[in-house]
């Protein structure tokens, strides 16, 4: 370390020619290994020194610093370490800013080698997103680049600007990249295409065909990519077309680039290129449009040549077998294909068990058993790549580039019991070898690290990882002729086996049959709100049954394709998004919480400080007691319950996250600390929401307590202030805010999913409807005081009817439209439109809720249902039907524990699900339904045992603590503390 801190000192621009040169030098030998590199990322002095030797004076030190940037950057490692240590900025000093001045200056000697450079940056997938970022902040930088790279003689200093031609096809990996080139009112995709037969290099050549490529998996853009003012079809055959000869009829039939072609005409002669042109034209078969129009230009008359010429000893195995599945398609009728769209086709069941299993675990309790105290069980991620079963990695790669509706089936999560491997090794002569897998679009160490980075929380020894990888290697590759690179994430021994359970006594309290009679028994008085109870219980129940599916996604299951296969139904896309019910939650509890508050106040009661202070106290200690025993209960038994791998790797999650987060739960900030980690109690971030956005309310109260007469414009102001909060951040964030839930991000527990962390669980995303609710109470107020009528209000009612039938088809349309590629992000509309959403969400509830509410008790034959002038006599039968059904007693009981239900019901599911040894299993519909139906029972009645011997004991305890005597607890419990949404009132 010292040797590189002095060698440092000759890096200066301003040192010795000489001894610079020689230093230079050294460093980029020490490029060379990945021992030499790694020793150059701990000092930072050095990397800085070879950026500013970059543009040194001297030609050949500014190359040479530049080639060791290339060496540097050519590894993930390297790549990463530039990028975050020196980003874009203002003033133009990133390393990708560098790469971008030298490439478009034509009198850098550097140039080409920058280009090398950028390359490396851009070719990982979640580092180019980085690089795309930088583009879409400098004014015409795309241009420039592609006149650099159309332009061959641009460099005026000789330097070959070819490495562009990669850097295009790094960018266009990403939909942000393809947005950026394919962008419709500027030709700059149309100048890159004649490159794809451009003779002179075949870097250039490969990375205009690797760029088409990557293009072409967009379905999206297939219609501009066929349509006249691209036509892309010429540029795809011409470098397939050899020098055979056609008659006057076939000719007529292709492109007229491609006809009368010489006879030294010289076909593709790369075949890596061959192929790639040949994968372009299977993904513009896709739709029943592009077949028929590669069909009608002759496209099978070029490919019936190119047959024969893959045939000979010139011809290439894997550009044969490509060319064989284009023309499969190409001489299919119509009929037989069947469908217009292949994409969207659903797998056969025997196509899909041809792919390796998604999850898969040995038998835990035989490995245990048989090899006892030397037993040793460790999980391992996979990653997959092709290798000689071309049409298995195909399949593979279509499979999971479709993230909408399925998982990513090149990455993988084993089980193995070590002993039976070191057995089997031992009997063979597998060697151990390293495996390198190479980046792509949908395979690369570094979407594995991702996935390693959540799920890897434990840090068992692991006794020899190479056994692990040699077998794993050699599984894969005999097996289903696919590489296989694998990455311990934990082992078990019978050092570390969890212990049974011991007894341990239920928690009590002196007043357990009080308690209980407080649950089963209503004491409230009759109300006109009663009917919320039910919708309370109701929309409970929903909740645990929408979690319990995201749990079925997320665990390993031995049938992932029945999940997938629901991804394509329509009903799907109406639940794929919480907007609705969730809305209806903050609204509700923003009337529960500040209506009978702002009564006060109304009434001429003046608040003092103290009453706030109290409101806040009341809604932690009604929240507190049950948060602290789930956290315990998360960080200290939860992993004990079970055995096996399948419940470590869950509950082992929890645990850890509830050792480092449990503070952020405590002080309800857990929305934003830990939740791109794995949060403690992940569904708990609502409770932290609400708490934030009850402080905001009492902000507010306070406000109006000091000007009663401005509440109209108060809460006015305070609508439209909330909507504006929401719309700058989702539009800020670059995201759409209508929480488009993937498969995939569910295996990490949406750790990467930026519509969750940025616009479905920050307070200030879920405004609209916190906000609306406030305003709701005050109307319902205004309604009671007589100085509203809302049963004259007829154009408010069929607006309600209106938003109420068009809701499920406005869910539908954007959970297809929004999750489009093709919307370039950040989106002012989109802001706009998922803003309006949210709030159409909230409004159909708070209309109905005050409907409901403000009935006329003079008139009997409403029955206590308001709803009585839409003309539509079936509509009010209904309406009066749920109303009375709400109603019912049983939900006043229920709705007690709906708390209980919200923290635990998560932990029920995963028990039910699983034994913790086996993958799950589960064939049907009803299969899901009952496991859903399972979890509901099973949470309620863990709720009804938390309730009488945690939640009310504590209550208790704080009512004698804070109440001194009766004529204080009535002041006090004057004041509502607002949890009404998970349970009853402390006072």
């Known amino acids: 370390m010292d040797a590189i801190n002095e060698l440092v000192t000759f890096l200066d621009v301003n040192s010795r020619l000489d001894l610079k040169a020689v230093a230079v030098a050294h460093v980029l030998s020490l490029t060379a290994n990945s021992e030499g590199k790694n020793l150059l990322y701990t000092n930072d002095k050095l990397i800085e020194a070879l950026l500013n030797l970059t543009s040194d004076t001297t030609e050949a030190i500014a190359k040479d610093a530049c080639r060791a940037l290339i060496n540097i950057s050519a590894e993930f490692e390297g790549a990463e370490f530039l990028l975050k240590k020196y980003p874009s900025t203002h003033d133009l000093k990133g390393i990708v800013q560098l790469c971008f001045k030298s490439i478009i200056d034509t009198e850098s000697p550097t140039a080409g080698l920058f280009c090398m450079i950028l390359a490396n940056l851009s070719r990982h997938e979640t580092l180019v997103e980085t690089v795309i970022d930088t583009i879409e902040g400098t004014e015409d930088t ?467 400080l103290r009453d706030f202070k109290l409101l806040v106290i009341k809604r932690i200690v009604r929240l507190w007691p049950l948060i602290i025993f789930v956290i315990l209960f998360n960080a200290t038994l939860l992993y004990k319950l079970q055995k096996g791998p399948v419940w470590i790797d869950a509950a082992g999650n929890e645990m850890v996250s509830c050792h480092k987060y449990w503070w952020s739960n405590l002080l309800f900030i857990n929305n934003f600390v830990g939740a791109s980690e794995g949060p403690c109690i992940q569904p708990s971030w609502h409770l932290a929401a609400e708490m934030q956005l009850f402080v905001i309310e009492l902000i507010i109260l306070m406000t109006i307590n000091r000007f009663p007469n401005k509440i109209g414009s108060i809460l006015s102001l305070v609508v439209v202030l909330g909507n504006f909060a929401t719309l700058i951040s989702l539009y800020s964030s670059g995201i759409s805010g209508l929480l488009l839930g993937r498969l995939e991000h569910t295996r990490t527990r949406n750790a990467f999913d930026l519509e969750y962390l940025k616009g479905h669980i920050p307070f200030y995303t879920n405004t609209p409807g916190y906000f609306l609710g406030l305003l709701a109470a005050y109307l319902h107020y205004q309604n009671k005081q007589k100085k509203i009528d809302f049963s004259k209000l007829r154009l408010l009612l069929k607006l309600w009817y209106i938003l109420f039938l068009a809701s499920g088809l406005i869910l539908w349309h954007h959970s297809i439209y929004v999750d489009s590629e093709v919307i370039s992000f950040p989106s002012l509309w989109i802001a706009f439109y998922s803003t309006f959403c949210k709030n159409i969400g909230a409004f159909l509830s708070i209309t109905f809720l005050i409907f409901m509410a403000n009935t006329k008790e003079s008139d009997p034959n409403t029955q206590g249902f308001p709803i009585r002038t839409t003309g539509i006599s079936i509509i009010d039968f209904i309406l009066l039907k749920l109303f009375n059904f709400y109603n019912n007693r049983v939900f006043k009981i229920l709705v007690k524990l709906n708390l209980g239900v919200f923290l635990t019901h998560i932990y029920v599911a995963m028990l039910i699900i699983t034994d913790g040894k086996q993958l799950i299993q589960y064939g049907t519909q009803f299969d899901m339904a009952l496991i859903g139906f399972g979890t509901l029972i099973g949470s309620y009645i863990v709720a009804a045992i938390l309730f009488v011997t945690i939640e009310m004991p504590i209550i208790n305890l704080f009512r004698l603590f804070l109440y001194r005597n009766q004529t204080h607890v009535e002041k006090s419990s004057k004041i509502s503390n607002g949890r009404e949404h998970n349970g009853d009132k402390l006072d």
Request: with cysteine; net charge negative; aromatic share 10%.
């Open 142 to 608: 795309i241009h420039r680049l592609v006149t650099c790279f159309t332009m061959i003689s641009y460099n005026k200093k000789g330097a070959k600007l070819n490495y562009l031609g990669p850097i295009f096809s790094n960018l266009s990996q990403h939909h942000r990249g393809r947005q950026l080139i394919c962008n419709k009112e500027f030709p700059l995709f149309q100048r890159i295409l004649p490159f794809t037969h451009h003779e002179d290099d075949v870097v250039r050549r490969g990375g205009a065909v690797g760029l088409v490529k990557n293009v072409c998996f967009d379905s999206s853009l297939h219609d501009w990519l066929l349509s006249p003012k691209v036509d892309i079809l010429p540029y795809l055959l011409l470098p397939l077309a050899g020098p055979e000869e056609f008659d006057d009829e076939d000719n007529d039939k292709l492109p007229v680039e491609c006809q009368y072609l010489g006879a030294d005409k010289k076909r593709e002669d790369d075949p890596d290129i061959r192929k790639m042109l040949l994968e372009s034209l299977a993904q513009l078969c896709a739709t029943r449009k592009g077949r028929e129009i590669l069909r009608d230009r002759g496209t099978y008359l070029i490919l019936r040549e190119l047959h024969k010429f893959e045939c000979t000893d010139q011809g290439d195995p894997q550009s044969l077998l490509a060319c064989e599945n284009v023309v499969d398609i190409l001489i299919r009728t119509e009929d037989e294909i069947g469908h217009d769209n292949l994409k969207e086709i659903e797998i056969p069941n025997e196509s899909y068990q041809k792919m390796p299993p998604l999850y898969a675990v040995d038998d835990y309790d035989q490995c245990m058993n048989e090899f006892k105290e030397n037993a040793q069980y460790c999980v391992t991620n996979i990653i997959l790549q092709g290798n000689t079963n071309e049409n298995l990695w195909n399949q593979i790669e279509s499979f999971s580039s479709q993230e909408k509706y399925h998982f990513r089936h090149d990455i993988l999560r084993y089980g193995f019991c070590m002993n039976r491997i070191r057995q089997i090794l031992n009997e063979t002569s597998i060697q151990h070898k390293r495996i390198s897998v190479n980046e792509n679009p949908f395979t690369g160490n570094i979407r594995f690290k991702q996935l390693g980075k959540t799920l890897n929380r434990f840090n068992f020894d692991v006794n020899d990882e190479n056994d692990l990888e040699s077998y794993v290697g050699h599984k894969f590759e005999t097996e289903y002729g696919l590489k296989a690179f694998s990455n311990v994430s934990f082992c078990i021994s019978n050092d570390n086996k969890n212990e049974d359970l011991p007894a341990k006594n239920i928690l009590t309290s002196i007043s357990l049959r009080t308690n209980i009679n407080r649950l089963l028994v209503d004491q409230s008085p009759n109300s006109q709100l009663g009917f919320l109870n039910g919708i309370k219980v109701v929309g409970e129940a929903g909740v645990v049954v929408v979690h319990t599916a995201y749990i079925l996604m997320a665990a390993p299951t031995s049938v992932p394709f029945t999940i997938e296969s629901q991804m394509y139904q329509p009903i799907v896309a109406l639940m794929r998004s919480a907007i609705f019910q969730l809305q209806n939650f903050f609204a509700i509890t923003a009337f529960l919480s500040f209506y009978p508050n702002l009564t006060r106040i109304l009434k001429g009661e003046k608040l003092c």
